[in-house]
């Protein structure tokens, strides 16, 4: 993947994007990261479904999730996955 020419390259960036997330960057990278985010738009998608990935799964781990829970959860993804190719 190549946006053109970014400080950062897109590779680099969705290896971090978890990091980013769990605000495990220190301050000078997180804020590299999200300038990268706001100029790119395949990464800033990536990110968010990382991100909403992350919350569904928090929640879900909270207590032991039921099979109506978890299918739940599986079809929220697949919206945002549609959403996201939507809106390219
Ligand atoms: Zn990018």
Same mark, same amino acid.
């Given at each position: 993947m190549n946006c053109g020419d970014? &400080?950062?390259?897109c590779s680099e960036v969705l290896a971090e994007v978890w990091l980013l997330l769990d605000h495990e960057c220190d301050a000078d990278r997180d804020a590299q990261l999200r300038r990268h985010l706001d100029e790119c738009g395949p990464c800033l998608a990536r990110y968010d479904l990382e991100r909403t990935v992350k919350t569904l799964v928090a929640r879900s781990c909270? &207590?032991?999730?039921p099979d109506g829970l978890r299918q739940r959860v599986m079809l929220s993804i697949s919206q945002v996955q549609v959403e996201i190719t939507r809106r390219d």
């Open positions: 970014h &400080e950062t390259d909270s &207590e032991v999730a």
